[in-house]
């Protein structure tokens, strides 16, 4: 049976401003309807002031004087009655309400959930959505959840500044937007066929976030985007969401070898931590306790293992010699991107500022893509990536144009660590494309 809905209006009106519109249409006055109805003339004034009611037995009378049915004036004046409440109790909520946004916008990032659209700026329903996300029915359980609340597995920078509001806030969107999904069923012996699938897909470097999305998919992984929330050093985290992993990020780097050890990362604390443990136990952000410290270790080997094999790599750092001609050959022969294997060679030697200078002296445009050395004003066209592949140019003389123009870098890199004065800048290289670092 549908309900209907009651509006409740502005104020109640009172069965008394009939009356009184009544006895001006016909033109008779209240001393004279007094004397009539044999009632105190002050008595009917209170009645048509709102301050008494209309009670069975005046209905009575009034339908004898006026001929207007008993029963009408009964429905106006309980109309009355029910309007009464429903707006006193308005109120109250009203107050209760703003009580309530006062202590919610102590707790929650308020307008970063109105920046992603959660909020609309009507409080009754923006409070109603909170409680939904963050799963509680009350304010005393927003205070719980923020006084204990205890992070899973996340992949977060040590050197900034953490937000506790802010993480929650974070966690939260991560879990209901997860609820959203539906995937395939979970296998988790399949996913040494997902990790290899998902090189691919860094190789190619071609919309990789929704390749990686369609692959996760496939294979029984929710995947969610969480938008960048400030002081949310964040960049994976892994939990269950039914009978479904899930791995939430925020791209905080939009770069292929950060976005591509984070996938590995998480898929690495789903197979070695939480594949038999749908209600994983939380750490605290900043607990630095050795067994928090031993699982991020874990699953960084895990990522570094499964982008570039010990194998592989063992051969890579066995040449000794990091430029360009041997990062290119490496790629090529492994289908494993060149940012990638940069990407290890930073982090192996300790080089990260290098890339980091490059990146920063990029300017990235769509068109024309080239790479040009003002020194011999060489224009080097590397195409959009695939349609030089299908042009039928070889996959070494992509890889080598492209990377053609941070060989000063790769050299650097093997002399050892750079010296405080070299500048990126002083190279006067200036790059119109660039496509290996950028996630594609």
Same mark, same amino acid.
Request: net charge positive.
């Given at each position: 049976?549908?309900?209907?809905?009651?509006?409740?209006?502005?104020?109640?009106?009172?069965?008394?401003?009939?009356?009184?519109?009544?006895?001006?249409?016909?033109?008779?006055?209240?001393?004279?309807?007094?004397?009539?109805?044999?009632?105190?003339?002050?008595?009917?004034?209170?009645?048509?002031?709102?301050?008494?009611?209309?009670?069975?037995?005046?209905?009575?009378?009034?339908?004898?004087?006026?001929?207007?049915?008993?029963?009408?004036?009964?429905?106006?004046?309980?109309?009355?009655?029910?309007?009464?409440?429903?707006?006193?109790?308005?109120?109250?909520?009203?107050?209760?309400?703003?009580? *309530?946004?006062?202590?919610? !916008?102590?707790?929650?990032?308020?307008?970063?959930?109105?920046?992603?659209?959660?909020?609309?700026?009507?409080?009754? =329903?923006?409070?109603?959505?909170?409680?939904?996300?963050?799963?509680?029915?009350?304010?005393?359980?927003?205070?719980?959840?923020?006084?204990?609340?205890?992070?899973?597995?996340?992949?977060?920078?040590?050197?900034?500044?953490?937000?506790?509001?802010?993480?929650?806030?974070?966690? $939260?969107?991560?879990?209901?937007?997860? !609820?959203?999904?539906?995937?395939?069923?979970?296998?988790?012996?399949?996913?040494?066929?997902?990790?290899?699938?998902?090189?691919?897909?860094?190789?190619?470097?071609?919309?990789?976030?929704?390749?990686?999305?369609?692959?996760?998919?496939?294979?029984?992984?929710?995947?969610?985007?969480?938008?960048?929330?400030?002081?949310?050093?964040?960049?994976?985290?892994?939990?269950?969401?039914?009978?479904?992993?899930?791995?939430?990020?925020?791209?905080?780097?939009?770069?292929?070898?950060?976005?591509?050890?984070? *996938?590995?990362?998480?898929?690495?604390?789903?197979?070695?931590?939480?594949?038999?443990?749908?209600?994983?136990?939380?750490?605290?952000?900043?607990? !630095?306790?050795?067994?928090?410290?031993?699982?991020?270790?874990?699953?960084? @080997?895990?990522?570094?293992? !499964?982008?570039?094999?010990?194998?592989?790599?063992?051969?890579?750092?066995?040449?000794?010699?990091?430029?360009?001609?041997?990062?290119?050959?490496?790629?090529?022969?492994?289908?494993?991107?060149?940012?990638?294997?940069?990407?290890?060679?930073?982090?192996?030697?300790?080089?990260?500022?290098?890339?980091?200078?490059?990146?920063?002296?990029?300017?990235?445009?769509?068109?024309?893509?080239?790479?040009?050395?003002?020194?011999?004003?060489?224009?080097?066209?590397?195409?959009?990536?695939?349609?030089?592949?299908?042009?039928?140019?070889?996959?070494?003389?992509?890889?080598? @144009?492209?990377?053609?123009?941070?060989?000063?870098?790769?050299?650097? =890199?093997?002399?050892?660590?750079?010296?405080?004065?070299?500048?990126?800048?002083?190279?006067? $290289?200036?790059?119109?494309?660039?496509?290996?670092?950028?996630?594609?």
């Amino acid at each position: 049976m549908e309900t209907k809905k009651n509006h409740i209006p502005f104020q109640a009106t009172h069965p008394g401003i009939l009356l009184k519109d009544e006895l001006q249409a016909r033109n008779i006055s209240q001393s004279d309807f007094a004397v009539e109805i044999d009632m105190q003339k002050t008595m009917l004034n209170e009645i048509i002031k709102g301050k008494r009611p209309v009670t069975a037995d005046l209905a009575v009378i009034l339908e004898t004087a006026l001929e207007i049915p008993a029963d009408y004036w009964m429905r106006f004046q309980t109309q009355y009655e029910l309007d009464t409440a429903r707006i006193k109790q308005k109120n109250i909520q009203r107050v209760t309400n703003i009580n *309530i946004w006062k202590i919610i !916008k102590d707790y929650v990032p308020v307008n970063y959930f109105k920046k992603i659209g959660y909020l609309i700026n009507d409080l009754p =329903i923006d409070i109603a959505k909170l409680k939904e996300v963050y799963v509680i029915n009350n304010v005393e359980e927003l205070l719980t959840l923020s006084a204990t609340h205890k992070y899973s597995l996340y992949r977060k920078s040590e050197k900034l500044k953490i937000n506790e509001k802010n993480v929650l806030a974070w966690n $939260v969107v991560a879990k209901y937007e997860a !609820k959203t999904q539906t995937v395939n069923e979970f296998n988790l012996d399949s996913l040494t066929a997902l990790c290899n699938e998902l090189q691919t897909v860094f190789y190619q470097n071609s919309s990789s976030v929704d390749q990686v999305r369609e692959k996760l998919k496939q294979y029984g992984i929710k995947f969610v985007l969480v938008p960048k929330l400030e002081q949310t050093p964040i960049d994976g985290y892994t939990f269950w969401s039914g009978n479904n992993p899930t791995i939430a990020l925020t791209l905080r780097h939009t770069r292929i070898d950060n976005f591509a050890f984070t *996938i590995m990362h998480e898929i690495g604390h789903i197979i070695l931590h939480i594949k038999n443990d749908k209600e994983k136990q939380f750490f605290d952000l900043h607990d !630095k306790n050795a067994l928090v410290k031993q699982l991020e270790d874990e699953a960084d @080997n895990f990522a570094q293992e !499964k982008l570039i094999p010990d194998e592989i790599w063992n051969e890579i750092t066995a040449v000794h010699a990091f430029d360009d001609i041997n990062i290119i050959k490496f790629a090529t022969k492994y289908k494993i991107n060149p940012a990638i294997i940069l990407g290890r060679i930073n982090y192996t030697y300790k080089h990260y500022n290098i890339v980091e200078l490059f990146l920063q002296h990029i300017q990235f445009v769509q068109q024309p893509k080239l790479f040009m050395l003002p020194q011999t004003g060489e224009l080097l066209d590397t195409g959009t990536g695939r349609d030089n592949l299908d042009a039928g140019r070889s996959i070494h003389n992509y890889f080598r @144009n492209a990377f053609f123009a941070i060989q000063y870098i790769i050299h650097i =890199i093997g002399r050892g660590k750079p010296q405080k004065h070299i500048q990126v800048s002083q190279a006067k $290289v200036r790059v119109k494309y660039q496509h290996f670092f950028s996630l594609g």
